[in-house]
């Protein structure tokens, strides 16, 4: 899964820091993305607590996964529907009165 994601041809060892391995910073939220979808976990990438390798991040799923952290769980700083952007105003009240 992290190697497809890096465009590696071979997978990183379990120890080696992801960025070190050529990992940019969109590629690591790609990684994250995926791993939340793969085992139903919602990580932020803020557990990782500096180390982003893959046993930190298999260390996470497990943890978030026994501490009840799974797919149903808030994520971070509460619901997402608490954080979600408002949508845009009506047409009709923008000053040119078009979007």
Sequence with gaps: MVAEILAH???????????????????????????????????TGAELDGEATIARLADCVTGSRSAGGGADAAPPGGPVSARAPQPAEPAATHPRGTA
């Excluded at 080696?16 to 690591?28: R, V």
């Design 9 to 43: 041809p071979a997978p990183p060892g379990p120890h080696t820091d992801l960025f070190q391995a050529g990992a940019t910073s969109l590629a690591f939220v790609r990684v994250l993305a995926r791993v939340n979808e793969h085992f139903g976990v919602r990580l």
